[in-house]
C-alpha cells in the first residue's frame, strides 16, 4: 500500500515537473541548472549557516589537532561550493578548494575575501570521485559538507579521500541523510526522490552515508545522527563527525 502511494504522489508530482523533466531530456536543464546552482546555494548556505553555526563550531573546534609538525593545519575541502565553511576553520590554515562546478568561483572569491584568517592555494575544477592533482598523503584533513548526497560514486570519493590524507589525518563531514524508515520524512524523501535530484544538481535524499563510512578505510569514525532545524524540508536527517585514517 505505502509503495504504490509513494509511486502514485510521484507520478504526480513528475507531471507537475513535466517542463523541467522535457528540458532534461533535450539536454537544456542540466547546464542551466549548473548556472543557477550557485546562486541558490550562495542564499542557502547564509540561512544554513545560522541554523547550523554551534554544530559547525563543535566539529571543527578540534581542526588543528591534526596539523603537521610545523603547527599549520592543510586542508582540502571536497565540493566547496559558495566556501561557507571558511569562517568555521582556524586561523594557521592552508585550504585548497574543490568543486565540479566552474560557476562557483565568482561567489567563492567573495568568501575568500572575507576571510583572510585563512591562506588559500587553487581552485581545482574537478569531481571529489578524480582528486589526481592532489598528491597522495598530503593533506592532514578533508572537509565535506552537504556533499556526498551529490557525488556519482560513493566508494572511489572515499578512496580518494583516504588516499590523499596523509596517516592519522581525518575527513569531516556534515550530510543530510536517509531518515528512519518508519518515518514520515522517509515516506515523502522517496517521493520527491526523482524530481527533487533533478531540480538540485543530483542531489540523492535517501542515501546511508554513515554505511559506507563504516565500509571505507578508516581506523576510526566518530559519528552521530542529528536532526537539523530545517522544518518542512526532507533534509532535517544528517549526521556529523569525522573519520580518521
Request: glycine share 4%.
Amino acid at each position: 500500500m505505502a509503495t504504490a502511494l509513494v509511486f502514485c504522489l510521484r507520478l504526480c508530482l513528475q507531471l507537475l515537473a513535466l517542463p523541467i523533466y522535457m528540458l532534461s531530456y533535450l539536454g537544456v536543464w542540466q547546464p542551466y541548472c549548473k548556472k543557477i546552482f550557485p546562486a541558490f546555494m550562495e542564499k542557502f548556505a547564509a540561512s544554513y549557516n545560522k541554523k547550523m553555526s554551534r554544530q559547525k563550531q563543535e566539529l571543527f573546534r578540534n581542526l588543528l589537532e591534526f596539523a603537521g609538525s610545523s603547527g599549520q593545519l592543510r586542508l582540502l575541502e571536497i565540493g566547496t561550493g559558495t566556501g561557507s565553511n571558511f569562517q568555521f576553520f582556524p586561523a594557521n590554515c592552508r585550504v585548497t578548494c574543490t568543486d565540479p562546478n566552474p560557476h562557483f568561483q565568482r561567489s567563492l572569491a567573495k568568501s575568500m575575501a572575507q576571510n583572510q584568517h585563512l591562506q588559500f592555494d587553487s581552485f581545482l575544477v574537478t569531481p571529489a570521485e578524480n582528486l589526481h592533482e592532489v598528491a597522495d598523503s598530503s593533506v592532514d584533513v578533508v572537509v565535506s559538507t552537504l556533499v556526498l548526497c551529490s557525488v556519482r560514486d560513493m566508494q572511489s570519493v572515499l578512496s580518494e579521500v583516504c588516499r590523499v590524507l596523509k596517516p592519522g589525518g581525518a575527513f569531516y563531514f556534515l550530510e543530510h541523510v536517509a531518515a528512519d524508515h518508519s518515518s514520515w520524512c522517509y515516506f515523502w524523501q522517496q517521493v520527491l526522490f526523482p524530481t527533487w535530484k533533478l531540480l538540485f544538481d543530483g542531489c540523492c535524499l535517501t542515501r546511508e552515508i554513515w554505511s559506507d563510512l563504516d565500509k571505507a578505510n578508516f581506523s576510526d569514525v566518530k559519528l552521530q545522527h542529528i536532526c537539523v532545524p530545517l522544518h518542512w524540508t526532507p533534509i532535517q536527517p544528517h549526521i556529523i563527525g569525522y573519520a580518521v585514517k
